[in-house]
């Protein structure tokens, strides 16, 4: 079955910390996507990445990096030098290529990790 | 407008009403999704609609619940005879194509947030 894990439910750092968000997945599909979103205290999610299965080049993005590692089905996510703005829930999603019942609309969130950043 | 825009922003109604939730995609975006976010929780899929194709409702918790979209815009969700336990965010969301074509970003509304007392 697909499901996507994030076994942190609340960390809290101070500013200029590096954090880590941990993702873990599962599904039967060789064909799939990893996602991550943001949702400040506004609540309006927020596109950050999404990555292939067929990928696992790590991905940097100013502060931001992915470790997208198929052997261990994880798909974790690193702030570097955190900010206060960073403070959010996070999201790790997973949509499949459907090819084992599962729906190319559906996007399987985790429960999201929430990110404390104190100044 | 430039984003996805969902309406009412706020809806609080009474068990055993029916209420309607609303949203406006981006101009051009064929498919349109609906989540649901209930206090402290992840997004629980509900329903996709993808350009003509037949809708996937495979996240429907009940037939109290249905959606409907006209071509590739306007979509309305719909709960019927509702329950305190649909109290929730509801979220639409819409991309240019699927979730594996393009970037596969949806740009997500800021929600309709439900209060069934």
């Known amino acids: 079955a697909q499901k996507v894990t994030q076994a942190q439910t609340e960390i809290s750092v101070v500013e200029k910390e590096d954090v880590t968000l941990d993702c873990v997945y599962e599904?039967?599909?060789?064909?799939?996507?990893l996602f991550w979103y943001k949702q400040p205290p506004s609540g309006e999610l927020v596109f950050l990445i999404r990555?292939?299965?067929?990928?696992?080049q790590n991905e940097i993005s100013g502060r931001y990096s992915w470790n997208f590692q198929k052997s261990t089905s994880s798909f974790n996510f690193t702030i570097t030098a955190s900010q206060v703005v960073d403070s959010a829930v996070y999201f790790c999603a997973l949509s499949e290529a459907g090819n084992y019942g599962g729906s190319q609309g559906n996007l399987i969130f985790g429960k999201g990790t929430k990110l404390s950043v104190k100044p | 407008g430039a984003g996805v825009s969902q309406s009412p922003s706020n809806k609080v109604t009474e068990k055993g009403k029916d209420v309607e939730l609303r949203c406006d995609p981006i101009s051009g975006h064929t498919a349109l999704y609906w989540y649901r976010q209930r206090l402290g929780q992840g997004l629980e899929f509900l329903i996709y609609f993808q350009g003509n194709s037949a809708p996937d409702k495979s996240g429907l918790p009940s037939d109290r619940f249905s959606a409907e979209r006209t071509g590739e815009s306007v979509s309305t969700l719909t709960i019927q005879r509702t329950q305190q336990e649909d109290s929730a965010v509801y979220l639409c969301?819409?991309?240019?194509?699927?979730?594996?074509?393009?970037?596969?970003?949806?740009?997500f509304g800021e929600g309709s947030r439900l209060t069934v007392l």
């Open positions: 599904t039967r599909d060789t064909t799939y996507y």
């Open positions: 969301a819409s991309s240019l194509v699927g979730l594996a074509g393009g970037t596969g970003e949806l740009f």
């Open positions: 990555r292939n299965s067929f990928d696992e």
